[in-house]
């Protein structure tokens, strides 16, 4: 079973930072690109930002640009979000996910840039106080 790993969320007061892991090294199946997106109460799953693994090249969504940083360590197959200047409406629970090789069947698909991701991890809760 392929696994995303989350880690890194928490309750950082206006303006601070965080630094989100995602712990792909147990995802087996090859994968297109990965990157982060994050779910607010009631809201829909939206896109923050993305890694595409053919030329390292990286998007962000607008809402988040200049704000956020997207890296990846290739040797141990992880992908961090360093996320600045945060803001109240920063506060979601933030995943990881991957745009998967192979049949999409019965996933959850989301598009983004360039790509449908389909592959998700559990979730880690960023909380903004204002």
């Known amino acids: 079973q392929d696994l995303l790993v989350e880690s890194g969320g928490g309750l950082v007061q206006f303006g601070g930072s965080l630094r989100l892991s995602c712990d792909a090294s147990g995802f087996t199946t090859k994968y297109y690109a990965i990157g982060w997106f994050r779910q607010a109460p009631g809201k829909e799953r939206e896109g923050v930002s993305y890694i595409s693994i053919s030329d390292e090249s990286t998007y962000y969504s607008d809402a988040v640009k200049g704000r956020f940083t997207i890296s990846r360590d290739k040797t141990k197959n992880m992908v961090s979000l360093q996320m600045r200047g945060l803001k109240p409406e920063d506060t979601a629970v933030y995943y990881c996910?991957?745009?998967?090789?192979?049949?999409?069947?019965?996933?959850?698909?989301?598009?983004?840039?360039?790509?449908?991701?389909?592959?998700w991890g559990q979730g880690t809760q960023v909380t903004v106080s204002s």
């Open positions: 996910a991957t745009v998967p090789s192979g049949p999409l069947g019965g996933k959850r698909l989301i598009e983004f840039g360039d790509w449908v991701f389909a592959a």
